[in-house]
Nanobody, 127 residues
Framework: QVQLLEFGGGSVQAGGSLRLACTAS????????MAWFRQALGKPREALAS???????SYADSVRGRFTISKDNTKNALYLEMNDLKVEDTAMYYC?????????????????????WGKGTQVTIFS
């Protein structure tokens, strides 16, 4: 079991920046995939960025070059630095973890394999 809690959402003007944080209740540094997702009203959930147990990252095309995922294993924390925000980035943002061991075995993340989720933090971008 792991509890995840997101922080850092808010309302900012388009072009601005936000930094989201996700704290985990235990160590997630070994073989776990950690990732950020978002879901806008009326739209399906979208995988944004992931961090595998070895530190390799991947990004969705919609955020590549604007968002950066990072992890601080000393704090059991996952971050998402978001720059050049757009109105279409407005959504609820979620942190998630795959603790099944699949990532350690396969050496990569699988967005549909998350087994623990945070409750989300709202990000609203206005023009």
């Amino acid at each position: 079991q792991v509890q995840l809690l997101e922080f850092g959402g808010g309302s900012v003007q388009a072009g601005g920046s936000l930094r989201l944080a996700c704290t985990a209740s235990r160590d997630t540094s070994r073989g776990h995939c950690m990732a950020w997702f978002r879901q806008a009203l009326g739209k399906p959930r979208e995988a944004l960025a992931s961090w595998d147990g070895r530190g390799t990252t991947s990004y969705a095309d919609s955020v590549r070059g604007r968002f950066t995922i990072s992890k601080d294993n000393t704090k059991n924390a996952l971050y998402l630095e978001m720059n050049d925000l757009k109105v279409e980035d407005t959504a609820m943002y979620y942190c998630a973890a795959d603790t099944s061991g699949w990532t350690a075995a396969e050496g990569r993340c699988r967005p549909n394999g998350m087994d623990f989720w945070g409750k989300g933090t709202q990000v609203t971008i206005f023009s």
